[in-house]
């Protein structure tokens, strides 16, 4: 690769010039590159949609019933805490090594969880696999930045949008073949061939520049993040279902994970290398776009969860059905990711996106909410495509703007941060819109149903469709109301959730993107940021 050349630092790494047949080079080492990446952002994605149609199988298997969302939440847990420390460790390191390393960790984790004899070593292999996986996606989106040209980076990162919107609708139809045909272990397996290729092709094109720096890693600020996080993630996923919102367990973690986050944020001004510097919420784009991240993930991963389950308790349709039925939602955030990178890339305005991507989610929301017993799928289906919509529109642009934004030193922890927000973001999504569900669905079927329906959802709020068929005919249309008003209540609360993100996107700052014209007095936003001009 000619290597990148540092603006503003003075100094420049050695074979900076150029041959005359490197530009023919470039592109197709380029795009042997971002295939590799690919691969890697399929590896972080794909996982968990398998694994959770392997699920039952493995409990079926394994036993441990009563741990089974250990499984899931130990893999989150890792995966949130160690998102921040692999984007400044990539900073501080370089980036390819540290996304090589977390390939290999994922690869292993992936391949004890195959071995895995119990639920226990299951849970403890998937956390393996989960502090990996913090790596990968932080990996593609900061590698995409050292790479590509702000200007060039829209595109490309649409298409990384498109690789999670295929992960979504193949991941149930693809964990359910393997685990049909192949067996539950292959859920696993299947990612030791591919996060290989992966890692031959990143080893063999990939060459950023080496760093090397003397300063320590902040131990201190990883620790007390890592503790605020897990704190955080453990509320979100434990309040309202495995404990009261009010009882002491939960007291206790939100004492904690609120102590935890203001010790990190005071040690952060003292550590001589912070794992998460706050110099970089000063610009005002990053910080906005750290919101709007958020606030996609509240919305986007509530959707995801309770349309499946509004389609198949309400609509009648199968598990498999339920996942396909998603495709007008991801179909059209696939095609609004990839031409807003198009349309970014031509002409370097983005502003639009945000603005328009927060009235259609809102809009799209609000749709979704006023679905009851009678509607048809073709009109749920156009709902979604508007949800869809707005989305595609917000996905990839948050991260272009938030990474066009910082220094160039600092493009793994803006990477790392916005990844960590929108994560955050989907946890209390999930955690907020399911305790509205779950409270208005027993609510509607006491009311409705009387005691015997009340009954039916004193444990939970959602049945499958087995339980759901074994009930009496007046009980399962009382649950049927039920879950249309629980559906409404959660997409509503999405609805004006999303009326932040058109807010937020009115204060954006059209700073020019680095690699393009820029006007004066927009150095303010638009830190210097090198070129790299070739892999």
Aim: glycine letters at 12%; aromatic letters at 6%.
């Amino acid at each position: 690769m000619a290597d990148t050349q540092a603006a503003g630092t003075g100094q420049e790494t050695p074979g900076a010039p150029e041959t005359a047949e490197q530009p023919d080079k470039q592109p197709r080492s380029v795009r042997v590159v971002l295939l590799a990446l690919m691969i890697a952002m399929m590896l972080a994605m794909l996982d968990n949609m398998i694994v959770g149609t392997a699920m039952p199988t493995i409990v079926g298997e394994l036993g441990g019933l009563e741990h089974l969302s250990w499984v899931v939440t130990g893999y989150t847990l890792a995966t949130a805490a160690s998102t921040p420390i692999w984007g400044k460790l990539g900073d501080m390191y370089g980036r390819k090594g540290a996304f090589m390393t977390s390939i290999v960790i994922f690869l292993i984790g992936s391949a004890l969880s195959g071995m895995a004899q119990n639920m226990g070593e299951l849970i403890g292999f998937r956390a393996v696999q989960g502090l990996g996986a913090g790596g990968l996606m932080v990996g593609v989106m900061a590698i995409i930045g050292d790479l590509i040209p702000p200007r060039e980076r829209g595109k490309y990162q649409g298409m990384m949008a498109g690789v999670m919107a295929l992960a979504m609708i193949g991941g149930p139809l693809v964990g359910g073949t393997i685990t049909d045909n192949w067996g539950w272990r292959w859920a696993f397996y299947i990612n030791l061939p591919l996060g290989v290729v992966a890692l031959v092709a990143i080893s063999a094109v990939l060459h950023l520049p080496k760093k090397r720096t003397k300063a320590r890693i902040d131990y201190l600020g990883a620790g007390l993040l890592t503790l605020g996080i897990t704190s955080i993630v453990l509320v979100t996923t434990w309040g309202g279902s495995e404990y009261a919102w009010t009882s002491p367990r939960i007291m206790e973690l939100i004492a904690i994970g609120v102590a935890a986050l203001v010790g990190f944020v005071f040690w952060q001004t003292k550590a001589a290398e912070p794992v998460l510097p706050l110099h970089i919420f000063r610009s005002r784009n990053f910080t906005l776009m750290s919101i709007i991240g958020f606030i996609v993930g509240f919305v986007m991963f509530g959707a995801t969860l309770f349309l499946p389950l509004y389609q198949q308790s309400v609509q009648g349709a199968s598990a498999t059905n339920s996942g396909l039925l998603l495709l007008p939602m991801l179909g059209a955030m696939l095609v609004t990711s990839m031409v807003a990178g198009r349309v970014t890339t031509n002409t370097g305005r983005y502003k639009i996106f945000p603005l328009a991507g927060g009235v259609l989610l809102a809009v799209g929301m609000y749709l979704l909410s006023t679905m009851d017993t009678d509607t048809t799928r073709l009109t749920s289906g156009v709902y979604m495509a508007v949800v869809g919509l707005g989305m595609g529109c917000l996905m990839q642009i948050t991260m272009l703007v938030a990474q066009n934004s910082v220094q160039m030193r600092d493009m793994g922890v803006a990477s790392s941060s916005t990844t960590l927000f929108r994560t955050l973001g989907s946890s209390f999504g999930v955690a907020v819109m399911g305790a509205l569900f779950n409270d208005r669905v027993k609510h509607v079927m006491a009311e409705r149903g009387g005691a015997m329906a009340a009954k039916v959802t004193e444990k939970s709020a959602s049945l499958d469709a087995a339980s759901l068929a074994k009930l009496p005919a007046p009980v399962r249309d009382a649950y049927q109301h039920a879950v249309s008003a629980g559906t409404h209540s959660a997409f509503l609360l999405g609805a004006v959730i999303a009326v932040a993100v058109l807010v937020a996107a009115v204060f954006v700052k059209e700073v020019p993107l680095k690699g393009g014209p820029q006007k004066a007095g927009d150095a303010d936003e638009a830190a210097p940021m090198p070129v790299v001009e070739a892999v």
